[in-house]
């Protein structure tokens, strides 16, 4: 999203590239950066990586940081976090004395990833830590006092949150009744007040300092950072003397994958951790993440991208429709023959949850929606577990924040939200729960979840649109689609789409490049797929051809343009150029998101 009149990242105007004001998607297509001489886009191929790096907004002086993002050129002190040494030091206390330690972590790939991280670190450590992960549908989210006192009964002297438990008021405090010491490692947005916990790292609490610089990590991240600063801890105690360190880098195949999945952006740390940690994801070291990825049918070292469609959702099949300890256990696992059942259990669970999750899609598609900012659609009998997806399809359909809500038959509801760069969903849906219009909520910028009576769900509505109206429209109004390059259709081949590569790895916050390609006639172009996908072949006036894709777009205007394009007249195809390995021999094709008449 860019707003008219906006400078880009190197401080030069905003241009129409092509001259395309309203494509058929009805918006403007801008530069994401002029190039560093001040022309109208374009780049040489050997300043291609330096003219991706600088329209992400990476100064000259850090590019060569930024070609190779490492941890040592990115990872901040651990201590300028609040509460992390007194986290640090408390655990490093439980390792000494051999106490008995529990983690109780989120069902999503972000919780999934922090518990085993720190399972896997406190094991190295001499620590045989249990893990507690929620049942989605009969326990809901986050910490409950229930839990936290029978931990405690169990055996437990310490308990560490992870991806939860920052305003897990109740819960906290029957923990301090217990009493059991807790350490709270969370990212999500924070009220002013928090609960009681022994320590709570949060980047995103309201009082935090330096620390608030890193508000973009996911929970692994953070709970990396606390392992770092344990480690130092311990290391300063003397503690391995005549005994080996936990190697943390070994670790970063959780991190990576924790941090695509949850859809944290790749700026700084976080680009460093999935840059490090697909290399070590490479090496097969973690053999619950090998099975996945055969299980994934996944041919060669998984991407960024693989992370995020490919290994994350399967994790998030266990908790969203199975049982929701799958992904810690095939996370933690020794066991080569328990990897790989478990990866095929998700591999078959994450089959059922598309086909329940097509059923929730449709019913929500079929509510009427008006004119709202904010669209806030409820059934009975949905799945709480596909909500979160079929939340972000109708954001990305309608253009605004979307939430989905299942109610129960209890007349309580769990709802999921998905948000549209430039509007704050979850300081929104936190606001609602200090309003009293919810049981409980909370989340970041561009998800959310809650919980709430079936009664509250229209007033819940209206305090949304009342609240976040004025920013949709001002981020529907600055809509653009930023464009990186344009070629021809014969530039369009695999070299490009490796040199693009070199300046990824690509994500929310730090987007692939994106190109334009043109102009073309559409040669041939049909249905495919049950989503209603628009695959064509589209030829230049070049006279080369090239393979094209819109996915999910058979119903849209876009999908309409391309199947229904006359010979005589020609488009321009804005989108990301991807290598197909399908005939066995590298081919590229370009994935549309938008197109424009050229004549």
Not at 529 to 538: E, F, K, Y
């Amino acid at each position: 999203m860019v707003s008219r009149g906006e400078l880009d990242p190197v401080g030069a105007p905003l241009v129409n590239v092509l001259g395309i004001t309203q494509s058929i998607l009805g918006q403007p297509w801008r530069w994401r950066a002029l190039s560093a001489d001040g022309r109208d886009g374009g780049f040489t191929p050997d300043d291609l990586v330096t003219q991706i790096l600088l329209a992400r907004g990476v100064p000259r002086e850090a590019l060569a940081l930024h070609r190779t993002p490492s941890i040592r050129g990115f990872m901040p002190d651990p201590s300028i976090f609040r509460d992390m040494d007194r986290a640090a030091e408390r655990l490093a206390d439980a390792v000494q004395a051999a106490e008995t330690v529990a983690v109780f972590g989120d069902y999503d790939v972000d919780g999934a990833t922090s518990a085993a991280l720190m399972l896997r670190l406190l094991g190295d450590l001499g620590i045989a830590a249990t893990a507690y992960i929620p049942d989605r549908l009969t326990e809901g989210y986050g910490p409950s006092a229930e839990v936290m006192v029978r931990l405690a009964r169990e055996g437990a002297s310490l308990i560490v949150t992870v991806d939860c438990g920052a305003q897990a008021f109740d819960a906290l405090e029957a923990a301090r009744l217990a009493p059991v010491d807790v350490i709270v490692v969370d990212h999500h947005k924070c009220a002013a007040a928090l609960p009681h916990a022994h320590a709570l790292v949060n980047p995103n609490r309201l009082d935090e300092d330096e620390g608030a610089a890193h508000g973009h990590l996911a929970a692994v991240g953070v709970a990396f950072l606390l392992g770092a600063a344990l480690v130092r801890t311990l290391r300063a105690r003397g503690h391995f003397a005549g005994r080996a360190e936990p190697r943390m880098l070994d670790l970063l195949d959780l991190v990576a994958l924790g941090t695509v999945a949850d859809v944290a952006q790749l700026r700084g740390l976080n680009r460093a951790f999935v840059t490090q940690g697909l290399k070590i994801m490479a090496q097969g070291r973690n053999l619950g993440l090998a099975a996945l990825v055969e299980a994934s049918r996944l041919t060669r070292a998984p991407t960024a991208t693989d992370l995020g469609f490919a290994l994350g959702p399967r994790i998030n099949a266990g908790g969203r429709v199975g049982r929701s300890d799958l992904g810690v256990r095939l996370l933690t696992t020794q066991d080569a023959d328990e990897a790989r059942a478990i990866a095929a259990e998700l591999d078959r669970l994450n089959e059922e949850r598309r086909a329940i999750e097509g059923v929730v899609q449709d019913a929500a598609d079929a509510h009427p929606h008006g004119e709202r900012r904010v669209r806030v659609v409820a059934g009975a009998g949905w799945h709480p577990g596909v909500i979160g997806i079929v939340a972000g399809r109708l954001k990305e359909r309608l253009g605004r924040p979307a939430i989905v809500i299942a109610l129960g038959e209890d007349g309580i509801g769990k709802g999921s939200g998905r948000s549209i760069a430039g509007v704050d969903l979850g300081a929104a849906v936190l606001a609602a729960k200090e309003h009293g219009l919810l049981v409980a909520g909370g989340g970041h910028a561009m998800a959310a979840g809650l919980t709430i009576a079936a009664d509250r769900v229209a007033a819940f509505a209206d305090f949304l649109e009342a609240r976040l109206a004025d920013a949709v429209d001002r981020a529907r109004e600055d809509r653009a689609l930023l464009v990186d390059a344009v070629m021809a259709p014969g530039g369009v081949n695999p070299e490009l789409v490796e040199a693009m590569d070199a300046g990824g790895p690509y994500g929310m916050g730090w987007p692939a490049p994106r190109i334009a390609a043109g102009p073309v006639r559409v040669v041939k172009a049909d249905l495919v797929g049950q989503g209603g996908h628009v695959r064509a072949i589209v030829a230049g006036d070049d006279g080369r051809s090239l393979k094209t894709v819109a996915f999910r777009a058979g119903e849209t205007p876009l999908g309409q343009a391309l199947l229904g394009a006359p010979p005589h007249r020609r488009l321009w195809l804005a989108g990301r150029a991807k290598v197909d390995l399908w005939s066995g021999r590298a081919t590229a094709e370009l994935h549309v998101e938008d197109a424009a008449w050229a004549d």
